[in-house]
């Protein structure tokens, strides 16, 4: 179904290219791109209609939940060592370990996180945003602390985070 909604807005897109080349200067084709627009509609809503239908498959929701949980983990396994080092480490030096360490693990675990509204309801999944959103906060006011050299600001947000990433790993773990 996804990818019978693509091809549609594919051919769309290119009857639509097609037509304008061959038309004049300020002239609309109407009998030509009226259709065309409405195939690409069409197509639009098969490829999101698919996409859902592929984010719900057991076995996805199931992959995304380990996913979830991998993920965070190594966030808080990243992010307590941060803390512990951060005495030893120049302010300046923060945001490039933050660079090295949290971008995977932050991206697979928002890519998966609808899972956990599909697995365990809206609520279950308002609760573990909270807690990861303001951990997701304080880590980029840590980087941007580390930018400008804010010694105090690097060490208590960093401190911040922990604490919220610990509680949404928590969190997810309950459920």
């Keep these: 179904m996804k990818i019978a ?5 594919t051919v769309a897109f290119l009857v639509g290219a097609y037509v304008s080349v061959l038309t004049e200067a300020n002239e609309i084709h ?16 098969l490829a999101r209609f698919g996409a859902r239908q592929e984010s719900r498959h057991e ?3 199931t992959a995304n939940i380990g996913t979830l949980k991998e993920s965070l983990d190594r966030v808080v396994e990243n992010i307590t060592r941060l803390d512990a080092e951060k005495e030893s480490m120049h302010p300046a030096d923060v945001h490039g370990r933050i660079d ?3 971008p995977a693990d932050l991206t697979a675990f928002v890519d998966a996180r609808e899972s956990i509204a599909h697995v365990h309801g809206l609520q279950a999944y308002a609760n573990v945003m909270n807690e990861f959103a303001a951990g997701e ?3 980029n006011r840590v ?3 580390s ?5 105090e600001d690097v060490h208590e947000y960093l401190g911040r985070s922990k604490e919220q990433f610990i509680k949404a790993r928590d969190v997810l773990a309950g459920l």
């Design 147 to 151: 930018v400008d050299c804010y010694i």
């Design 30 to 45: 109407w009998p030509w791109f009226a259709p065309a627009f409405v195939v690409g509609v069409i197509g639009v809503g």
């Design 5 to 9: 909604g693509y091809i549609l807005l």
């Design 137 to 139: 906060r304080y880590l």
């Design 100 to 102: 090295e360490l949290f």
């Design 59 to 61: 076995g996805a929701l």
């Design 143 to 145: 980087w941007s602390a």
